[in-house]
T-cell receptor, first 113, second 112 residues
Framework: DGGITQSPKYLFRKEGQNVTLSCEQN?????MYWYRQDPGQGLRLIYY???????QKGDIAEGYSVSREKKESFPLTVTSAQKNPTAFYLC????????????FGPGTRLTVT | DQQVKQNSPSLSVQEGRISILNCDYT??????FLWYKKYPAEGPTFLIS?????DKNEDGRFTVFLNKSAKHLSLHIVPSQPGDSAVYFC???????????FGGGTRVLVKP
């Protein structure tokens, strides 16, 4: 069964702590993405990676970091520098560079208090 | 600057009738457009897409129309079903890359 998994579904952290969100895909997709959704808003791109060992900043990369050491994995670290980290985080993947559909994971809701 | 806008935050429609969702964009470099459906606390699900070389694409109950001169696209759902109640996002990308820019979403409620 191919797809994208994100874990955990819900995550709680204290302010000032870094936290890493997991994203794994077994679709053999080259490109992976991280988005953030806030209540009543659309999705905003944080980081994306078109190939292993390479990634680019999206529209709201400040306070976040990523790595892409394996094709199937694209973890996102929310650092203490992110001013408003509480949000719903979505990971996606697509076949590769170009106008392709992106397929999304189930999301992780992060709450920082 | 919002490059993709969905000006109607919500839409209510009777079961069996047509749902029409609208989306406007400002970036003339966008040439590929997608619609996604999203339930609360879940990831978006791809519905349908259209390339700028077309003005219409149909898939079952879903049809997307593109008016390039007006920089406007719409999604028609016919007939609407209660299971269609969700938030719908339009998204756009340029052929030079695979970044998607999303609109703010339209919440659809289909009443039985």
């Amino acid at each position: 069964d191919g797809g994208i998994t994100q874990s955990p579904k819900y995550l709680f952290r204290k302010e000032g702590q870094n936290v890493t969100l997991s994203c794994e895909q077994n679709l053999n997709h080259d490109a992976m993405y991280w988005y953030r959704q806030d209540p009543g808003q659309g999705l905003r791109l944080i980081y994306y990676s078109q190939i292993v060992n390479d990634f680019q900043k999206g529209d709201i990369a400040e306070g976040y970091s990523v790595s892409r050491e394996k094709k199937e994995s694209f973890p996102l670290t929310v650092t203490s520098a992110q001013k408003n980290p509480t949000a719903f985080y979505l990971c996606a993947s697509s076949i590769g560079n170009g106008p392709y559909e992106q397929y999304f994971g189930p999301g992780t809701r992060l709450t920082v208090t | 600057d919002q490059q993709v806008k969905q000006n109607s935050p919500s839409l209510s429609v009777q079961e069996g009738r047509i749902s029409i969702l609208n989306c406007d964009y400002t970036n003339s470099m966008f040439d590929y457009f997608l619609w996604y459906k999203k339930y609360p606390a879940e990831g978006p699900t791809f519905l349908i897409s259209i390339s700028s070389i077309k003005d219409k694409n149909e898939d079952g109950r879903f049809t997307v129309f593109l008016n390039k001169s007006a920089k406007h696209l719409s999604l028609h759902i016919v007939p609407s079903q209660p299971g269609d109640s969700a938030v719908y996002f339009c998204a756009a990308s340029g052929s030079a890359g695979n970044k998607l820019t999303f609109g703010g979403g339209t919440r659809v409620l289909v009443k039985p």
